[in-house]
Structures are given as structure tokens and as C-alpha cells.
């Protein structure tokens, strides 16, 4: 009697917390893989390289969207008004030598 109390108290919540515990991982891992969601590094690369103002003056929603339509659409770096030329030059150079390759 005592021995089923005890096991009914304490070791069978546990069990069961563990199970569920292991059926969301496995859920979550699944999930994970048919969610994952591939990033541009060139993108994060040429934002770095922009200025960081992010004053909206390109027409554009700050650096990152202007980094964004620079690599995926190819828009001329010299929409940034703040930028200098020299900025410009290492922008069309980064992006002649990493131009498709997504992984760099």
C-alpha cells in the first residue's frame, strides 16, 4: 500500500512529465527542420558597410532594408545619402566577388 501510494505521488508524474517532455522536443525538432529558413549573409555583410543612420533617406525602412534591396534586387548603393563614395565602391566590390554565392 504504502509502496503503490509512493509510486502513484511521485514516480508516475514524473514518468509523465518526461513523456510529454520528450514528445514536445521531438515535435520542436521536427518543426525546426521543416520551418528553417535559410539566411543571406550578404546581406548582414553589405548592412555593415552602410553607414548606419538608418535615416530613411534612400526611400528604404533604415540600412537593413536598403542592404536587403542591394543584394536581393541589386539597387545602386548610391541611394545612401549619407554615404561616401568610398562606401559605394566597397559595396559594388563585395558585390561583384560574392554575387551568387550565398554561403560566403
Known amino acids: 500500500m504504502i509502496i503503490l501510494s509512493a509510486f502513484t505521488i511521485y514516480v508516475l508524474p514524473a514518468l509523465v512529465l518526461a513523456g510529454v517532455g520528450a514528445l514536445f522536443g521531438l515535435f520542436i525538432g521536427i518543426a525546426a527542420k521543416y520551418f528553417y529558413v535559410k539566411e543571406d549573409n550578404r546581406i548582414q555583410e553589405v548592412q555593415d558597410m552602410l553607414p548606419g543612420y538608418n535615416c530613411g533617406a534612400c526611400g528604404y525602412p533604415g ?42
Do not use: F, W
Open 63 to 104: 540600412c537593413s532594408g536598403l542592404a536587403k534591396a542591394i543584394v536581393e534586387d541589386g539597387v545602386n548603393p548610391r541611394l545612401c545619402k549619407p554615404g561616401k563614395q568610398e562606401m559605394v565602391e566597397e559595396i559594388k566590390k563585395y558585390m561583384l566577388e560574392h554575387n551568387g554565392n550565398e554561403n560566403d
